[in-house]
């Protein structure tokens, strides 16, 4: 029934625009059916009730009435336990289904778009091409670009997507069937069954267990992490390429470049060991193990279709030499297929890659080959026996053969290799300095590291890696610590025998806050062999410093220029090409210092960083360690690429993909390949093009921005760290503890067992802000911030700040950035968790500065933007919260009360399981909650 769909109320807008009504009927058929699916399986009653609190909520959020408010407490006060599980279950469910409508319905605009031949839109890379050309580039220009280009999205197992692969397996079934039913015209028989198969699914859905009944291993992380490969990167990733390319051909004709594989997925799940125990040696092993296996499976699939499909005859066409010679290599020796080269050829190709397999140590699943045959040495050999296929089809007539699956499989073939996705170590500095200060003490001249000063202990270091004497020793008991990460070290270098080093190239250092960090790794990989020292040494893995806190922000330029100095560090530079990666920590710099201090810190770090590397005349590459939401760097990508400081992207970037954003971007494909696309086309438009637009302006607006920065650290330090008891009031009024028990990811939520906030991840910090809808890691000290600016240097000033916004990328990105979080805030639901503070004193008085650090936030905010309300000018994201916040509310609020129960002391597996429920729906919801 469509009462559990959005009506007509005085919060929407006055009509529906009508290319956004198609959305709104996808919403109310998804909504009807998961109401009868309510009405069938809990009754009359129970939907009666979901009804009469989502009404009751909406008037809440309308009017702030405390009518309404007093109402919905007596309704879930009186809610039984299980009455609670079927209402959290409802609401949870219908959100999720909201969200694969809006996600239809931006396929179906960009299709829309498409269709009516528009201009290109921005973050396209066809408009891209346009404004690049049109700035004077040509060819030879985009050819270099793309030649030295890095565009890496880097998948993490980082613990904010709460989704079962159950739930999203059949979210996928759902927005299959609703797009059949928009890009089809349905028979009335197939529109019945269609209907059906909605029907069922969600009628699935509502018997399926939405929660893990355990916390994940990483080996399931690892597992969940490979299923977007299947969904979207493996055969997403090879279209964009091709895009790209054809592109490229449509405005440089025969001169376009043929585009090295630039464009590359990456992972830390499985390898990134900082704080999470349960990485091991073992666990990193079978992480590329999976991974190369999935792509070796996929590859011999494809080949298998391909060559299903190529039943030429050579009675008919001619082939190539090269073709000739690979068919007459093959085992296939049919009688059949003596008059198909393609086909034999092929079958040998897939001879060798289950043979490859084998080597590799992998299970084969698929068809077995025909015969026993050499296995590749790499996968360039498997790109080269594709290339002769093609070019044998393009030089006789069959060059439309030669595209599509074939063109695919051998660009993913480039891009994937036999490893898959490139994985990144990482541990923290502290744990390396344990390590090599324990084989000092057991090997070396230098007794007694971990107090040595800074310069003693940089000697002692550059005098081990450049000798090629090892400490370590078989011989000798080390600590369990040490062996641990030798274990992991030496597992590396098997990694790189076994797949190849372009399965592990980077090794990530966190909380580096000085030139010893670099180098103790450093010495470590030289212990297994992963850096050969010697007059010419040899690294083999990028080196790349973390800088994370305030602090580490604003010391990394001189760690760097430091750190260049070095001539043996110079020289191992040499071998990586002289590319060094820098690695910025959005997340611990906000936890740290705020959001406005932390972006300008960032921005400041990375034009530092720039101007040190061209001293040195070192290429730089960036690492962006960022996370869903804006208090963790998030935010839309093509934006924040373009707001960076003036060469500072050159052509390169990384970006850490986190969370349920992960699920958010890639599981579907099409929208996979537009978010993949966006990066690329920032990408090209931030080297491109230039983006020095502030010319005179930068010192005073740097100026401006470092006294806001200030201003807007000391308020936020202020709450966060020099109130007494505010620790207390975040612990009793977010569900940060209840958080902890809902088994979301593999590593725990603190670095050590403490309930400081210091020692608290920045992730689980974010995520309970957000559900709790107070959100203060987005926008806390703005408002403290402008309003004293604007106090000292009046009207002139909010004009400055004003043409700062009008001109400047990088201020339009941190209000807009801002902007969205203040739209998902809830002050009214924020004062419900407030209440859950048992000392009042300390809630109300804590409360009272979040809430005006609020109102002032939303009032500089549009004094210094103009608006007059939020999302103004971004109407599609505020359609999209307007749709969903009915159903988020009355999540927050029921969550409040079974907080309350629980607290109380009723501590029943119900309970529980409705507070994790409700924490789920919630995040599903905001949908970039972490």
């Given at each position: 029934?469509?009462?559990?769909t959005?009506?007509?109320?005085?919060?929407?807008?006055n009509?529906?625009?009508?290319?956004?009504s198609?959305?709104?009927?996808?919403?109310r058929?998804?909504?009807?059916?998961?109401?009868?699916?309510?009405?069938?399986?809990?009754?009359e009653?129970?939907?009666?009730?979901?009804?009469n609190?989502?009404?009751?909520?909406?008037?809440?959020r309308?009017?702030?009435?405390?009518?309404?408010?007093?109402?919905l407490?007596?309704?879930?006060?009186?809610?039984?336990?299980?009455?609670?599980?079927a209402?959290?279950?409802?609401?949870?469910?219908?959100?999720?289904?909201?969200?694969?409508?809006?996600?239809?319905?931006?396929?179906?605009?960009?299709?829309a778009?498409l269709?009516?031949?528009?201009?290109?839109?921005?973050?396209?890379?066809?408009?891209?091409?346009?404004?690049?050309?049109?700035?004077?580039?040509?060819?030879?220009?985009?050819a270099?670009f793309?030649?030295?280009a890095?565009?890496s999205?880097?998948l993490?197992?980082?613990?904010?997507?709460?989704?079962?692969?159950s739930?999203l397996?059949?979210?996928?079934?759902?927005?299959?069937?609703m797009n059949?039913?928009?890009?089809?015209?349905?028979?009335?028989?197939e529109?019945?069954d269609?209907e059906?198969?909605?029907r069922r699914a969600?009628?699935?859905?509502?018997?399926?267990?939405?929660?893990?009944?355990?916390?994940?291993?990483?080996?399931?992380?690892?597992?969940?992490?490979?299923?977007?490969?299947?969904?979207?990167?493996?055969?997403?990733?090879?279209?964009?390429?091709?895009?790209?390319?054809d592109?490229l051909e449509s405005?440089?004709?025969?001169?376009a470049?043929?585009i090295?594989?630039f464009l590359?997925?990456g992972?830390?799940?499985?390898?990134?060991r900082?704080?999470?125990?349960?990485?091991?040696?073992?666990?990193?092993?079978?992480?590329?193990?999976?991974?190369s296996?999935l792509?070796?499976?996929?590859?011999?699939?494809?080949?298998?279709?391909?060559?299903?499909?190529l039943?030429?005859?050579?009675?008919?066409?001619?082939?190539?030499?090269e073709l000739?010679?690979?068919?007459?290599?093959?085992?296939?020796?049919?009688?059949s297929?003596?008059?198909?080269?393609?086909?034999?050829?092929?079958?040998?190709?897939?001879?060798?890659?289950?043979?490859?397999?084998?080597?590799l140590?992998?299970?084969?699943?698929?068809r077995?080959?025909?015969a026993?045959?050499?296995p590749?040495?790499?996968?360039?050999?498997?790109?080269?026996?594709?290339?002769?296929?093609?070019?044998?089809?393009?030089?006789?007539?069959?060059?439309?053969?030669?595209?599509?699956?074939l063109r695919?499989?051998?660009?993913?073939?480039?891009v994937?290799?036999?490893?898959?996705?490139?994985?990144?170590?990482?541990?923290?500095?502290?744990?390396?300095?344990?390590?090599?200060?324990e084989?000092?003490?057991?090997?070396?001249?230098?007794q007694?590291?971990?107090?040595?000063?800074?310069?003693?202990r940089?000697?002692?270091?550059?005098?081990?890696i450049?000798?090629?004497?090892?400490?370590?020793?078989?011989?000798?008991?080390?600590?369990?610590?040490?062996?641990?990460?030798?274990?992991?070290?030496?597992?590396a270098?098997?990694?790189?025998r076994?797949?190849?080093?372009?399965a592990?190239?980077?090794?990530i250092?966190?909380?580096?806050?000085?030139?010893s960090?670099?180098?103790e790794?450093?010495?470590?990989?030289?212990?297994?062999?992963?850096?050969?020292?010697?007059?010419?040494?040899?690294?083999?893995l990028n080196?790349?410093?973390?800088?994370?806190?305030?602090?580490?922000?604003r010391?990394?330029?001189a760690i760097?220029d430091?750190?260049?100095?070095?001539?043996?560090?110079?020289?191992?530079?040499?071998?990586?090409g002289?590319?060094?990666e820098v690695?910025?920590?959005y997340?611990?710099?906000?936890?740290d210092?705020?959001?406005?201090?932390?972006?300008?810190?960032?921005?400041?770090?990375?034009?530092?960083?720039?101007?040190?590397?061209a001293?040195h005349?070192?290429?730089?590459?960036?690492?962006?360690?960022?996370?869903?939401?804006?208090?963790?760097g998030?935010?839309p990508?093509?934006?924040?690429?373009?707001?960076?400081p003036?060469?500072?992207?050159?052509?390169?970037?990384?970006?850490?993909?986190q969370?349920?954003?992960?699920?958010?971007?890639?599981?579907?494909?099409?929208?996979?390949?537009?978010?993949?696309?966006?990066?690329?086309?920032?990408?090209?438009?931030?080297?491109?093009?230039s983006?020095?637009?502030?010319?005179?302006r930068?010192?005073?607006?740097?100026?401006?921005?470092e006294?806001?920065?200030?201003?807007?650290?000391a308020?936020?330090?202020?709450?966060?760290?020099?109130t007494?008891?505010?620790?207390r009031?975040?612990?009793?009024?977010?569900?940060?503890?209840?958080?902890?028990?809902?088994?979301?990811?593999?590593?725990?939520?603190?670095?050590?067992?403490?309930?400081?906030?210091?020692?608290?991840?920045?992730?689980?910090?974010v995520?309970?802000?957000?559900?709790?809808?107070?959100?203060?890691?987005?926008?806390?000290?703005?408002g403290?911030?402008v309003?004293?600016?604007?106090?000292?240097?009046?009207?002139q000033?909010l004009?400055?700040?004003?043409?700062?916004?009008?001109?400047?990328?990088?201020m339009?990105?941190?209000?807009?950035?801002?902007?969205m979080v203040?739209?998902?805030?809830?002050?009214?639901?924020?004062?419900?968790?407030?209440?859950?503070?048992?000392?009042?004193?300390?809630?109300?008085?804590?409360?009272?500065?979040?809430?005006?650090?609020?109102?002032?936030?939303?009032?500089?905010?549009?004094?210094?933007?103009?608006h007059?309300?939020?999302?103004?000018?971004?109407?599609?994201?505020?359609?999209?919260?307007r749709?969903?916040?009915?159903?988020?509310d009355?999540?927050?609020?029921?969550?409040v009360e079974?907080?309350?129960r629980?607290?109380?002391?009723?501590?029943?597996e119900?309970?529980?399981?409705?507070?994790?429920?409700?924490?789920?729906?919630v995040?599903?919801?905001?949908?970039?909650?972490?």
């Amino acid at each position: 029934m469509s009462s559990l769909t959005p009506g007509n109320n005085s919060s929407d807008k006055n009509h529906i625009d009508a290319k956004d009504s198609p959305l709104r009927e996808d919403i109310r058929l998804l909504g009807r059916m998961l109401g009868d699916t309510l009405r069938e399986q809990e009754g009359e009653s129970t939907f009666a009730l979901v009804e009469n609190i989502r009404q009751t909520a909406i008037r809440f959020r309308r009017e702030q009435d405390p009518k309404a408010r007093q109402e919905l407490d007596t309704i879930l006060n009186q809610l039984s336990n299980k009455a609670t599980v079927a209402v959290v279950r409802a609401f949870s469910y219908f959100s999720q289904l909201s969200n694969i409508a809006e996600d239809i319905h931006h396929n179906r605009r960009r299709r829309a778009h498409l269709c009516a031949g528009s201009p290109p839109q921005a973050g396209s890379v066809a408009l891209a091409l346009d404004r690049v050309l049109s700035s004077g580039a040509d060819g030879a220009a985009l050819a270099r670009f793309f030649a030295k280009a890095v565009v890496s999205p880097v998948l993490t197992a980082h613990p904010t997507e709460v989704q079962r692969r159950s739930i999203l397996d059949w979210q996928l079934t759902i927005a299959h069937l609703m797009n059949a039913r928009d890009r089809m015209q349905l028979t009335p028989d197939e529109l019945h069954d269609n209907e059906e198969g909605l029907r069922r699914a969600i009628q699935i859905l509502w018997k399926t267990r939405m929660l893990r009944s355990a916390r994940l291993s990483v080996h399931d992380e690892i597992k969940n992490g490979l299923a977007y490969y299947r969904y979207t990167f493996l055969t997403e990733v090879p279209r964009l390429y091709a895009e790209i390319e054809d592109l490229l051909e449509s405005r440089l004709g025969k001169n376009a470049p043929r585009i090295p594989p630039f464009l590359r997925i990456g992972s830390w799940i499985g390898s990134d060991r900082d704080g999470n125990p349960f990485v091991t040696d073992e666990v990193m092993q079978h992480a590329a193990e999976r991974q190369s296996a999935l792509a070796l499976d996929f590859y011999m699939g494809e080949v298998h279709l391909i060559g299903r499909r190529l039943s030429l005859t050579d009675r008919l066409v001619e082939v190539s030499d090269e073709l000739t010679q690979l068919a007459e290599a093959s085992p296939d020796h049919a009688e059949s297929r003596a008059d198909e080269p393609y086909r034999r050829a092929l079958i040998g190709v897939y001879a060798r890659l289950a043979a490859t397999g084998q080597r590799l140590g992998h299970t084969i699943t698929q068809r077995r080959p025909v015969a026993p045959v050499e296995p590749y040495a790499d996968s360039t050999e498997f790109v080269h026996d594709l290339d002769i296929v093609i070019r044998s089809l393009k030089q006789h007539k069959s060059e439309l053969l030669a595209r599509g699956a074939l063109r695919h499989l051998q660009r993913a073939a480039e891009v994937f290799g036999f490893h898959l996705a490139p994985l990144d170590m990482r541990q923290h500095s502290n744990v390396h300095e344990h390590v090599v200060a324990e084989l000092f003490e057991h090997g070396a001249q230098c007794q007694d590291y971990s107090a040595l000063t800074e310069a003693q202990r940089t000697r002692c270091l550059l005098t081990e890696i450049s000798s090629p004497r090892p400490l370590l020793s078989p011989y000798l008991d080390y600590s369990d610590v040490t062996q641990s990460e030798l274990r992991i070290l030496q597992t590396a270098a098997e990694i790189h025998r076994r797949f190849g080093r372009a399965a592990l190239p980077n090794y990530i250092i966190s909380k580096t806050d000085g030139v010893s960090d670099v180098l103790e790794v450093a010495l470590l990989l030289k212990e297994v062999g992963l850096l050969q020292p010697g007059e010419t040494p040899r690294l083999h893995l990028n080196i790349i410093p973390l800088f994370e806190t305030i602090t580490d922000l604003r010391g990394c330029g001189a760690i760097m220029d430091e750190l260049f100095s070095l001539p043996y560090y110079r020289k191992l530079l040499d071998s990586r090409g002289d590319v060094q990666e820098v690695m910025l920590g959005y997340s611990d710099s906000n936890k740290d210092g705020g959001f406005l201090a932390a972006n300008w810190e960032l921005y400041k770090a990375e034009t530092e960083l720039t101007k040190v590397f061209a001293k040195h005349k070192i290429e730089l590459r960036l690492f962006h360690g960022r996370g869903g939401t804006v208090g963790r760097g998030g935010g839309p990508s093509y934006q924040a690429i373009l707001a960076q400081p003036p060469g500072s992207v050159n052509g390169q970037i990384r970006i850490t993909e986190q969370g349920e954003v992960i699920g958010s971007k890639y599981s579907d494909p099409e929208i996979g390949r537009r978010n993949l696309e966006t990066l690329v086309a920032a990408t090209v438009e931030a080297t491109l093009l230039s983006h020095d637009i502030l010319g005179e302006r930068a010192a005073g607006y740097y100026q401006v921005m470092e006294v806001l920065a200030g201003d807007a650290l000391a308020a936020y330090r202020s709450l966060v760290y020099e109130t007494p008891g505010f620790e207390r009031y975040f612990q009793e009024s977010t569900p940060i503890r209840e958080i902890a028990g809902l088994h979301i990811g593999s590593r725990p939520p603190s670095r050590k067992r403490s309930d400081l906030i210091e020692d608290l991840r920045a992730i689980p910090w974010v995520f309970s802000w957000s559900v709790s809808r107070a959100m203060i890691p987005g926008w806390y000290g703005f408002g403290s911030a402008v309003e004293a600016f604007v106090q000292r240097e009046g009207e002139q000033g909010l004009k400055q700040l004003q043409e700062m916004h009008r001109i400047w990328p990088f201020m339009q990105t941190l209000l807009s950035n801002m902007d969205m979080v203040l739209s998902k805030t809830d002050m009214g639901i924020a004062s419900r968790y407030a209440e859950l503070v048992t000392d009042v004193k300390l809630r109300e008085e804590i409360f009272a500065r979040i809430e005006a650090e609020w109102e002032r936030s939303i009032k500089w905010l549009f004094a210094v933007t103009g608006h007059t309300e939020l999302l103004q000018d971004n109407p599609t994201l505020a359609r999209s919260i307007r749709n969903r916040i009915p159903y988020i509310d009355p999540l927050n609020h029921l969550q409040v009360e079974l907080l309350r129960r629980y607290r109380a002391g009723d501590t029943g597996e119900m309970v529980q399981r409705a507070i994790h429920l409700s924490i789920n729906g919630v995040a599903a919801g905001l949908r970039n909650s972490g």
